[in-house]
């Protein structure tokens, strides 16, 4: 262990120490991507530190989380279409096959994008565009970060 909250992002979270969360939700952590290459990008993390899959989780947990996914791709949305005319859609993924640990990716997508990667998944995106440092999360998004979590607070209080 490095000690670096990455090394334990739901357990950094249950400790506070995630500097990433937005949000605590019913069944996880509504949190902003580390790479900003599409602005907005969010990520949802279990609350519960055991659960690697979907399936791991009881029926009831697993609807908690579908729903806090569902709740946080309308934040997203609703943030980014206000953001840039050039929003078109929001992806939703469960991959887990990276990271042990069960999240979804929920990726706005835009008409700017190259148009050959815009009709397939974020993921096609070379990985040296991933790494580029000018698409890393820093102070820059803090305008973004305070926009999606009021837009989850607005939800959440909606009954959302």
Do not use: K
């Not at 490095?2 to 357990?11: I, P, Y």
């Not at 399936?55 to 609703?78: C, K, N, Q, S, Y």
């Not at 939703?92 to 929920?106: K, Q, R, S």
């Not at 990726?107 to 995106?125: F, I, K, N, S, V």
């Amino acid at each position: 262990m490095t000690g670096d909250w990455r090394d334990d992002r739901v357990g950094a979270a249950l400790r506070g120490e995630n500097p990433t969360v937005l949000r605590r939700l019913t069944a996880g952590f509504a949190v902003i991507g580390d790479v900003q290459l599409l602005p907005g990008y969010c990520v949802l993390i279990s609350d519960d530190p055991a659960a690697d899959r979907l399936a791991d989780l009881p029926r009831e947990r697993r609807l908690a989380f579908l729903a806090d996914l569902d709740l946080l791709g309308e934040a997203v949305h609703r943030v980014c279409a206000r953001r840039d005319r050039a929003f078109r859609r929001v992806n939703y993924e469960i991959l887990g096959n990276l990271d042990a640990f069960l999240h979804a990716h929920v990726r706005p997508r835009y008409d700017w994008e190259p148009a050959e990667l815009r009709r397939g998944p974020a993921t096609a995106y070379p990985v040296e565009v991933w790494r580029d440092p000018t698409h890393a999360l820093g102070s820059r998004h803090g305008e973004l970060r305070a926009l999606l979590t009021a837009e989850l607070d607005a939800l959440t209080a909606e009954g959302r």
